[in-house]
């Protein structure tokens, strides 16, 4: 009975590991596996192909930050990523606040604000694209209601094309991160409110000097998730504008393809790819020490 026992045993702790292991091959090979690929062939002079055989060394990284098109794409990264992470941290925590005050209707309101986030971003930078074309869009509809001066030309201006970017991303994800803020309001514990509103304190010092800085985890995590979407921004920069005019809305996700795929650089797609995921675990593996390390302590 004791051999029975030990054979269940026995079977009960693999069963999860066998019913894993296809699993964690599969992410392994796909995912570790052509990363690691991805990196060698940032070493090679590949074209159209790999090509294993031509070792360059760093002459693709060279090439990489003297190439025009990369430095523009960095630079739109930068007003991208930074307009977008703060706006959407500053919108997405007022709505949350608003909500949190337990106002009629939150039920209504709250799906409301998180429907954007269940669009792809192909389906948005489409309805977007629409929305600002100067044809069809809002120009269009403004002009044949009688606003004959009105215009907002920006999807088609090369000076202003990103910021229709910024605009449409804005839409997409402010309603999530309401939700990851909203959470971490309810999250809070009500005896330290409590006590505050005893002590004679206002909404505003409630929120500013106890509440916000108490969701530091909260904030943290939104800035994790946004500096990510924003690094790898591409799906929807195609769907509105495809990188144009021009170069203008040029991002490193969209360098990457470009060059991979239709210039034929294959190194050097490789390399801005390498380049991006740098940018990435820059972002993500401080977190992730920082969480790792804060679950030790408690």
Known sequence: MSQVQSQRSILQDWLPRIVLAPSFAVVLLFVYGFILFTGVLSFTGS????????????????RLFN?????????????????????????????????????????????????????????????WKWFLD???????VMQSWGWESFSFRWIKDGRFAIYTIVIAAIWQSSGFVMAMFLAGLRGVDNEIIKAAQIDGASNWMLYSRIIIPLMRPVFLSAFVV?????????????????????TATWTPALFMQKFTFGRNEMGMGAASAIIMLMMIAAIIVPYLYSELKGGRRS
């Open 47 to 62: 074209k159209m192909l790999p090509d294993l055989t031509t070792w360059v060394g760093l002459n693709n990284y060279a």
């Open 67 to 127: 190439h025009p098109n990369w430095s523009t794409s960095l630079a739109n990264l930068g007003i991208f990523g930074s307009l977008y992470i703060i706006i959407c941290s500053v919108l997405g925590l007022g709505l949350a606040i608003l909500l949190d005050q337990k106002i009629r209707g939150e039920g209504f309101l709250r799906p409301i604000y998180l429907y954007p986030m269940a669009l792809s971003f192909i389906v948005t930078g489409v309805a």
């Open 134 to 140: 100067p044809g069809i869009g809002l120009e269009h």
């Open 226 to 246: 946004l500096a990510h979407l924003a690094i790898k921004s591409y799906d929807l920069v195609v769907a509105m504008t495809d990188g144009g005019p021009g």
